[in-house]
């Protein structure tokens, strides 16, 4: 059986005293005699009494409004749908609060579309922010105005250090790449060659693409790994032609590319190639739990899917930043998630719990 938690009524009894002087000592409000507030916390440490912090945040007057600025999600691109959801099922939860959340998107292709965004979600004056810092110097001259304003934000998807964040939810990025480096390996033929692929328009600009490339390249620096080459391809659009143009030119100057880690959610454009081209023999790893790239993996087209759950970032990151409002709750800074191996035979349990 479940102890009773410890109530105020439970340490006024036994101190002696009424429930809103040991109010006042626990919460540091008003004056107490000295000898009265030694006694009440001495009791309250003893029945390891907690405040009921939910009750707290029901009690307070403000209403706190938020905002969420992420990439908008596209028919080629649904990964953004799940940030949503996640979005959704927190403020479900913390309906009985006063609370609201504005959610702004960008068009993750257009630097100067961010920016655009970035001057409204200003205008609003938030009260607190959850942003995926897609854009490297755009987000980092974003920030700097939101810390000038002292308006908390809390990163998913991605962290950039360079700015005064409050927390970050999401994969670790370098080593999720060096995750995908190892998986690359266990599959790749020895002395056969592995092709990084980028598909971004600005990749310079692309911070956790370019990290996780880092993570991937890094991992075969260790001694006795694969002894093939490792060849970095960027493609700028997601335009069919152009992708199998770029991948036909990289198999002509290497013809011994036996697997492709692509470092973003759009795999299946890489693995429909593939197989029309009758490349039938090069390994897949990419991320992420979209339809396409789930029905690939099944078919068996592609090997690997690296999942980041992205409804469970934006759900706890709209958590953090109530908890912190409403409560004065500093969260942890960095809360890493797990990283997700997702192959078609555990694909299932994945895509029916997240």
């Excluded at 600025?69 to 309906?95: R, S």
Aim: aromatic share 8%; net charge positive; proline share 5%.
């Amino acid at each position: 059986m479940t102890p009773r938690k410890a109530r105020l009524k439970d340490i006024a009894d036994l101190s002696g005293v009424s429930i809103g002087t040991v109010d006042r000592v626990l919460h540091e409000r008003g004056e107490v005699a000295e000898k009265t507030r030694k006694k009440v916390l001495k009791i309250a440490r003893e029945l390891k009494y907690t405040p009921n912090l939910m009750a707290q945040a029901l009690k307070t007057k403000k209403r706190f409004n938020l905002v969420s600025l992420l990439p908008v999600p596209t028919e080629e691109n649904p990964f953004w749908n799940k940030h949503h959801e996640g979005i959704e099922k927190a403020m479900t939860e913390l309906d009985q609060f006063p609370l609201s959340l504005n959610q702004v998107t960008f068009d993750m292709n257009s630097e100067e579309d961010f920016q655009e965004k970035t001057a409204i979600v200003l205008k609003e004056n938030p009260d607190g922010l959850l942003l995926a810092p897609i854009f490297k110097s755009e987000s980092i001259s974003f920030c700097s105005l939101l810390s000038k304003k002292n308006i908390p934000f809390v990163f998913v998807d991605n962290y950039l250090n360079e700015t005064g964040f409050l927390a970050y939810i999401g994969e670790d990025v370098f080593r999720s790449g060096r995750v995908a480096g190892e998986l690359t390996d266990l599959i790749t033929p020895r002395g056969k060659d592995i092709l990084i692929v980028n598909i971004a328009r600005n990749i310079q600009n692309m911070h956790h693409l370019n990290n996780r490339t880092k993570g991937f390249i890094s991992y075969f620096a260790r001694p006795g790994k694969n002894f093939g080459n490792i060849i970095r391809l960027n493609i700028p659009s997601t335009d069919t032609t152009i992708v199998k143009n770029s991948i036909e030119k990289a198999f002509r100057r290497n013809p011994g590319i036996r697997s492709i880690f692509v470092t973003g959610s759009k795999s299946y454009k890489i693995a429909e190639y593939l197989h029309s081209a009758g490349h039938n023999s090069v390994n897949v790893i990419g991320y992420d739990l979209l339809e396409k790239n789930v029905t690939l993996l099944k078919e068996g087209k592609i090997r690997f899917l690296i999942g980041q759950r992205p409804e469970e970032q934006t759900f706890r990151a709209v958590k953090k930043l109530f908890d912190f409002l409403s409560l004065n709750k500093h969260p942890e800074m960095m809360e890493y998630l797990p990283i997700d191996i997702v192959t078609s035979e555990n694909v299932d349990f994945f895509s029916n719990n997240h």
